[in-house]
């Protein structure tokens, strides 16, 4: 399979007077040619400055980008583009989806007009075919009446529409990958149900290749193709949906997935919960960022960073327990059974 | 039963608000009865009313019309003295812990603050007791002199049920503590919720748009939908047999943490959004959207009725329904 977009090594710092914040800590994946991508953490993980670096959002010198970082666009490297190429990147090989659609959209502006000038921006066309095609990209996110609704300022639509004009906008230059950052967070579960729906249905016509940023686990189980753990700006874990749902190796993933409650269990006992919380990003940690919440926690994983372990083509894991001389990692999944 | 004793019932409560030369019904004849030691929990998308519920039934609110009558007494005719003990006895935890603290106290005042106004103690006294509280919420006895800043949004909200629980009340409404929280922080306060509930035999009304979670801690729940309670049933009954098409629907969209449960289930979808509560539609408030909806539900606005023991739902075809 193509792939489309590469990530080597990437490091994301922010400079804060109260020191360098780490928040992005040598990060590599790939995402193929109309797939969907799935990045899980919880907040201050990384996951959103991964997916901002990839479309070069952060200006230096608030912001760092590792020098030996490389983000690979079919082979073209991200960091290193031109003024002009970064512009044509963004909209035309890479549109973005933001988290909120109260505060993603301009409120002195006609909708139909949002949409309307990122399509200017990137193609020589004239304003009133920009218009028609603005009104068209309403249209393919499903706006009823989509006419009259590009005339509509966003207050006067809801949150789900309001996200649907996101879409639209990140649509509207036919981009190849979609980097989509908790696009339903801030909404219902019924409309984030319909706009999971709308993004499935765009993939399946445009053959977008997606990118979705979320915490939510359940969000991405019917959902993504792969998905990638990250704890502390680190991938902990990464593998096909089937493998981190049925076969999670760090005990952070499986920590993830058992502080959810089951819809179809009846059990009503204590419901699995982490200690602690995670590490300032401000630290330098030479250790495994999790062993300090780890229930399995062994004395090397206070001391060193686990390498990744392959378990199949698309599983890996950064984990001590995978090391050979590590104690029974079965106990793990078999505790699991047992509980369910 | 010594549980099952009632200790809030509401009837026919209603909140409005003027906008403009509008009314926005966010309440709208809520009747429900909440009894000592049981969890009841109050779902729906957000502006169907819960929020504003749960503080017009604390009196943050005045009601518009209704009845709230706790442990025996009607608190809509209680004096002045009265209404202060009622307020000791019937506390809040806020939402998002990181509005509902004051960042110019230190967390010892914001726990003792109730203290100074429902019980005469002294300052050393007050300490010890706020003291005390931190460490039963699962934070240390140093954190008395710490800032809200200086916390993590667990700890806040740790902060926020510290300081329901100083007055020693005996039912909280939990106006949906855990929806700013990240999911490992929330298994964490759900879990203290539980605790908490079992060692001071407390009455909560939980509030939350989070199915699951509600699921787990709730007795019983109801579900709400611009402002009206369109079904009540215990948990179990509610998840496995649902007769109101909304509720049915709104399960139907809770995304599972399964690949493989997740495309054998049957989704019902919701076309359209809730209509605005101002220009609220007529007969039975969901018809527009509903799947199963026929002439009369347009016309006449349905009763909550009693489809079989401990089950209501305001449907026409209650009952008569099938899940598909």
């Known amino acids: ?340 | 039963m010594a549980e099952k004793q009632p200790l809030v019932q509401v009837e026919n409560l209603s909140k409005h608000f003027i906008v403009g030369k509008s009314v926005l019904r966010a309440v709208d004849n809520v009747s429900l009865t909440i009894c000592r030691g049981e969890t009841l929990g109050l779902v729906g998308e957000s502006g169907c009313g819960k929020t504003t519920f749960g503080r017009t039934l604390l009196q943050l609110y005045r009601p518009t019309s209704g009845t709230i009558i706790f442990d025996g007494k009607n608190v809509s005719g209680m004096k002045r003295r009265e209404l202060v003990s009622f307020k000791k006895d019937a506390q809040i935890i806020f939402q998002d812990p990181y509005a509902s603290l004051d960042p110019r106290m230190t967390i010892g005042d914001i726990v003792a603050e109730g203290l100074n106004v429902h019980f005469s103690l002294s300052g050393e006294e007050k300490r010890q007791k706020a003291a005390a509280l931190l460490q039963k919420v699962g934070l240390g006895e140093d954190y008395i002199s710490r800032y809200a800043h200086e916390l993590s949004g667990g700890q806040r909200q740790r902060v926020g049920i510290a300081r329901a629980l100083a007055v020693e009340p005996r039912f909280i409404v939990c106006d949906e503590p855990i929806s700013a929280l990240d999911v490992s922080i929330q298994a964490q306060v759900i879990n203290l919720l539980i605790q908490l509930q079992r060692d001071f035999s407390l009455t909560y009304l939980f509030i939350s748009h989070d199915l699951s979670m509600v699921r787990y801690i709730s007795d019983r729940i109801g579900v709400m939908y611009l402002g009206s309670l369109m079904e009540l049933a215990d948990n179990e009954t509610l998840y496995s047999d649902p007769v109101h098409p909304y509720t049915q629907a709104l399960l139907s969209a809770i995304p599972v943490a399964d690949p493989d449960l997740g495309t054998v289930r049957q989704r019902i979808k919701l076309e359209g959004e809730i209509p605005s509560p101002i220009n609220m539609p007529s007969g039975c408030k969901f018809h527009q959207r509903c799947r199963c909806a026929q002439e009369i539900c347009s016309r006449e606005l349905p009763e909550l009725r009693e489809v079989a023991p401990g089950h209501m739902a305001a449907c026409h075809f209650a009952g008569e329904l099938s899940r598909t």
Not at chain 1, 81 to 106: A, E, I
Not at chain 1, 214 to 228: C, E, K, P, S, W
Not at chain 1, 268 to 282: A, F, N, Q
């Open chain 1, 1 to 340: 399979m193509e792939r489309i977009l590469e990530v080597k090594d990437l490091h994301v710092h922010f400079n804060t007077y109260a020191g360098k914040i780490r928040a992005v800590r040598g990060v590599s994946f790939h995402l193929n040619r109309g797939e969907t991508l799935a990045i899980v953490g919880e907040s201050g993980c990384g996951k959103t400055v991964t997916s901002k670096a990839l479309l070069r959002l952060y200006k230096p010198p608030q912001v760092g980008i590792g020098e030996t970082s490389q983000i690979l666009y079919s082979g073209e490297d991200v960091l290193k583009m031109g003024k002009k190429r970064l512009q044509d990147y963004r909209g035309h090989q890479v549109g973005m989806v933001f988290q909120d659609p109260m505060t993603s959209l301009n409120p002195t502006m006609k909708v139909g007009d949002q949409i309307a000038e990122a399509l200017l921006i990137h193609n020589k066309i004239s304003k009133k075919e920009a218009r028609t095609q603005a009104v068209e990209a309403l249209k393919l996110v499903n706006i009823p009446n989509p006419e009259k609704r590009a005339e509509c300022y966003p207050h006067q639509l809801s949150g789900g529409m309001r996200q649907r004009v996101v879409i639209a906008i990140a649509l509207s230059c036919h981009p190849s990958v979609i980097v989509a950052d908790e696009p339903t967070t801030a909404l219902d579960v019924t409309i984030q149900a319909q706009i999971l729906d709308l993004l499935a249905e765009i993939k399946e016509k445009t053959g977008t290749a997606i990118i979705l940023v979320t915490h939510d686990l359940g969000v991405v189980a019917n959902f993504a193709t792969r998905i990638q753990v990250m704890y502390a700006g680190q991938i902990m874990e990464r593998g096909t949906t089937r493998e981190i749902f049925y076969q999670p190796s760090h005990p952070y993933t499986e920590a993830l997935l058992n502080s959810v409650p089951k819809l179809s269990s009846k059990d009503k006992g204590e419901l699995y919960s982490l200690k602690g919380t995670p590490p300032d990003l401000i630290l330098d940690l030479a250790c495994c960022p999790f062993c300090a919440r780890c229930p399995y926690c062994m004395p090397i994983c206070r001391e060193r960073m686990p390498e990744e372990t392959a378990l199949s083509d698309t599983h890996r894991v950064s984990c001590w327990l995978q090391h050979p001389s590590a104690p029974a990692v079965g106990s793990l999944n078999n505790a699991r059974k047992a509980g369910e």
